[in-house]
């Protein structure tokens, strides 16, 4: 019963990755060669991995950070209940959602004619556009991306922050320790595996992401996803290779983080409920 | 409540709200003028063909997409948590690997391995686009699953219907898939989420789904767009809500978490 399974996963995950990863070390005549890697490290390839590595990395800090500040908000004592069920359920839908429509979304609020573009330059007198920002840029991207890394933190860390029981805050304080003295000693250090795990898996996401890219810029940021469609897409035509090498250096980026994960992910488990 | 929670809660709801907000009042300009208040840009999206045409080849290809999964994984997984146990772990780590085999990446090498196949595949949504989509799925499909299974006395139902004379195929529909009816039904909603948000694979194959359309308007309608973009909105947020419903009655909510990668 399980033959159709594994036949299926044979067909269409296996066999199209390992035609990608033996692409990258063809030649163009056929025969092997080191040849279309060695290139990634030069200019202008170097630059999409660089552009790609610098605008996860940032999206990753920031989401983790501010997603963190934000799900803690809404979990500590004091709090409303009804505010934080409102949260994650709205994280629950926001996290699954990006590409074309949250492109335009972004482009209807801050691109040139967007309504909070217009918004600060008449009411306000702050003329963003006339300030060398563009929607359309790395940091445009950045903004833009932050709205699916967020909610994404929010969800995988809110089951962290649930773990931080009570009893450690009040066994702390009675101990008569501050509460920066809490945070540096039991809370950071519990929370600290979930966080860089989280930390990956949002580097990940806006690593590999493709289409809110596409639908914000048509390509104008120097993306590695969004090179290897225009290589492969036929704008570089003397290298069919090229497209495969660089998807190759994708992989091996992300197959570089997984193995950072997993034993984050395995760590993180220890004190979940 | 203390103020820096307010803070953050309020800086939060701002950066999530405002965007939508905008795209509701752009969606109201004219498309003439710039000017408010109209809906022009929403009886335009209705009259339009290639709206209704890519939608409905988006829900057929979700359809086609939960529908081929289901058959699959389901049999699947039932055989592994009652005979295999062994073969779990290693569907899980298969589960993993399209987190490091992006869309991007798959679909340079689908098109490259199946150059050549017959037309009604290589040529057609239903064939080159399902068979990719299933593989996107699958990391959702299995994690929901495997779930629902883990919830249920698999040995106990299985005994219980073969000794009262069933076959496996009716051991299979009558007993087994009605108690995983749930995971199912959360599986297939996230499906039908990433089949109609998945723009990196249609555009490279160059099929004209949903979402192609929806980037083809962005290009070409300022105004229209905004009105599609909300409408697109609705569809995906109606798909994951349904999804919560069903996680909350259930009880889990881990299955979604990742989210639908396909979309980005």
Redo the contacts between chains.
């Keep these: 019963?399980?033959i159709?399974?594994f036949a299926?996963?044979f067909?269409?995950?296996f066999?199209?990755?390992?035609?990608?990863m033996a692409?990258a070390f063809n030649g163009k005549k056929g025969g092997w060669t080191f040849s279309n890697i060695q290139l990634l490290f030069h200019h202008p390839y170097i630059d999409s991995y660089k552009t790609s590595i610098e605008v996860s990395g940032i999206t990753a800090l920031i989401g983790a950070l501010?997603g963190l500040?934000?799900a803690?908000?809404?979990i500590?004592d004091?709090?409303?209940r009804w505010?934080r069920s409102a949260?994650?359920?709205?994280s629950?839908?926001?996290?699954?959602?990006?590409?074309?429509?949250l492109?335009?979304?972004?482009?209807?609020?801050l691109g040139s004619?967007?309504?909070?573009t217009k918004f600060l330059k008449n009411q306000l007198g702050i003329d963003l556009y006339g300030n060398n920002f563009t929607l359309f840029s790395k940091t445009g991207v950045e903004i833009v991306y932050?709205?699916?890394q967020?909610?994404?933190m929010i969800?995988?860390i809110a089951p962290a922050i649930d773990g931080l029981r009570r009893e450690w805050r009040e066994a702390a304080s009675n101990l008569g320790a501050t509460p920066l003295q809490f945070w540096r000693y039991v809370g950071l250090p519990v929370l600290m595996p979930s966080i860089l795990g989280a930390f990956i898996?949002l580097f990940?996401?806006a690593f590999?992401?493709?289409?809110?890219a596409?639908?914000l810029t048509?390509g104008a940021v120097n993306l590695v996803?969004l090179q290897?469609?225009a290589y492969?897409?036929g704008n570089v035509l003397d290298n069919p290779h090229l497209?495969?090498a660089m998807?190759f250096g994708?992989?091996v980026v992300?197959?570089a983080m997984?193995v950072f994960y997993i034993p984050l992910q395995r760590r993180s488990a220890r004190w979940a409920k | 409540m203390a103020l820096s929670a307010y803070v953050w809660l309020i800086v939060g709801a701002a950066y999530f709200l405002i965007p939508l907000l905008a795209t509701f009042l752009f969606s109201l300009d004219s498309n003439q003028t710039g000017k408010c208040c109209t809906i022009a840009s929403y009886t335009w999206v209705i009259h339009n063909g290639d709206f209704w045409h890519t939608l409905k080849i988006s829900l057929l290809l979700a359809l086609e997409t939960i529908v081929i999964s289901l058959a699959i994984f389901v049999p699947t997984i039932y055989w592994v948590h009652l005979k295999l146990p062994r073969l779990r772990p290693v569907i899980a780590f298969f589960a993993l690997i399209p987190f490091v085999v992006p869309p991007i990446i798959m679909v340079i090498g689908l098109l490259k391995v199946y150059k050549g196949s017959p037309q009604w595949f290589y040529a057609q949504p239903w064939g080159f686009l399902v068979a990719a989509y299933v593989i996107l799925a699958f990391p959702y499909t299995f994690f929901s699953l495997d779930a629902g299974f883990r919830s249920i006395d698999v040995h106990t139902l299985t005994e219980a219907s073969q000794s009262l004379g069933a076959s496996w195929g009716t051991t299979l529909l009558k007993v087994i898939i009605p108690n995983i009816r749930s995971a199912a039904l959360a599986a297939s909603f996230l499906t039908l989420a990433i089949v109609l948000g998945e723009f990196t694979i249609a555009n490279l194959s160059a099929f004209h789904t949903f979402p192609l359309f929806l980037q083809y308007v962005n290009e070409t309608q300022a105004y229209p767009a905004a009105a599609l973009t909300l409408m697109s909105f609705a569809l995906t947020w109606g798909a994951m809500a349904s999804l919560l419903l069903i996680g909350r009655k259930r009880g889990d909510r881990a299955s979604f978490v990742t989210g639908a990668r396909g979309a980005r």
């Excluded at chain 1, 066999?15 to 990608?20: F, H, I, K, Q, R």
């Excluded at chain 1, 949260?87 to 709205?90: G, Q, R």
């Design positions: 019963m399980t159709p399974f299926y996963i067909l269409f995950l066999l199209p990755a390992g035609n990608v692409g501010a500040a934000i803690y908000a809404a500590r004091g709090t409303p505010i949260l994650t359920t709205f629950g839908v926001a996290a699954n959602f990006g590409g074309i429509p492109a335009f979304a972004f482009i209807a609020t004619i967007g309504i909070v932050l709205y699916f967020l909610p994404l969800l995988v898996l990940g996401n590999a992401a493709y289409a809110t596409y639908g048509s996803p290897i469609g492969y897409s497209a495969q998807a994708m992989f992300l197959a997984m």
